[in-house]
């Protein structure tokens, strides 16, 4: 078995590579606009199906599993995309500092024969961070490639999370036990064992 | 301000160090037996105080902050230790399949001045895991330097653990944003900026 990751995301497929299978990085272009009456609960697994349909089917050889999928951090009734700037990226880290927000990951997995999609929730907890730290962070780790602003695996995931109900990898941008657990189901005609590529 | 880290875990220094402030590591000899009669939620912390008690005070020096630290996991009444061979190893991980468990981690942190203590706990979540892939694990990773036999960074706790109640890095060794926190609050005339030495 083998991945096929729609993603540039080098965290992802760091990731994905650790389940123990060869991936393979391709690029998808798709339009990232989502309808505005989309719930902010459906919008990651909307964008990683539209990913996943980007990806001509045709190309996918027998044991081939493609993999697209998408993370977004909602704060109260906000989406939190990618900061454009400095100034955006301290306003970000200031909104979640001493509260709890909700990083929705959609996932899509793709054969020849089937596709499954889901979403996994984990909440986050933030303690009250100082204006120093949040400079610190955003000005040595430069967060500017993160939906919110931060890296949970990061600095500033360090300090500042206390806290977090569900799956950490989730938030690091793909929930790998409910990956794995899918393609072990739904999957198990093509899912060899990850030992046998160790 | 510099850790005096009395621990001789690679995965405890990384993290320390991973906090922005110099490390030394040295090592403690104690007796790691504890009472019978202490709650298996306090022992993590009566651990921690016996090591930071068994380094002598007067060889801190100023800006030396001395941290300590003991992690147990607890499924139901019993307290996990390190697996003492591959059967026992084996048997840790199938009790641990398909359940939650508690994981404590008691820091105790000492300056020429003052010491703190404080206990953090994180509740860990297994998926039901299959036969193979316990033994995928085990003769993969060999846990036996582990208290109940896995690391939650490695790839049974990616594949494995479907959600967390607490704070990740205290399941790795060490809870870094409570420590922090406690640093920036109680020993805050010696605390300075991570920022000085990046």
Redesign the interface.
């Known amino acids: 078995m083998q991945f096929i990751l729609a993603s540039q995301s080098p965290r992802r497929r760091q ?1 994905l590579a ?3 299978y060869p991936v393979k990085a391709v690029s998808v272009n798709v339009d990232e606009h989502v309808p505005p009456t989309l719930p902010t609960a459906e919008v990651a697994e909307h964008l990683a199906l539209r990913k996943a349909k980007a990806f001509p089917v045709e190309q996918l050889k027998e044991g081939e599993v493609l993999v697209t999928a998408d993370t977004v951090v909602v704060h109260g009734d906000t989406v939190l995309g990618k900061p454009a700037d400095r100034a955006e990226a301290i306003r970000m880290l200031h909104l979640l500092s001493g509260t709890a927000h909700t990083v929705y990951t959609g996932v899509c997995l793709r054969s020849r024969e089937q596709e499954v999609s889901f979403t996994e929730q ?1 909440t986050v907890h933030f ?1 009250t961070l ?1 204006d ?1 730290d949040i400079l ?1 962070y955003v000005d ?1 780790y430069r967060p500017y490639d993160k939906a919110g602003a931060y890296g ?1 695996q990061e ?1 500033i995931g ?12 989730n938030v690091m941008g793909l929930p ?3 990956l ?2 899918t393609l ?1 189901n739904k999957f198990s005609s093509i899912c060899t ?3 046998s590529i ?1």
């Not at 806290?163 to 950490?168: L, Q, S, T």
């Open positions: 990731l650790a389940l123990g984990t303690v100082s120093e610190h040595t949970i600095w360090m300090i500042g999370i206390s806290h977090i109900e569900g799956c950490y990898y790998l036990s409910r794995y657990l072990r064992s990850p030992r160790s």
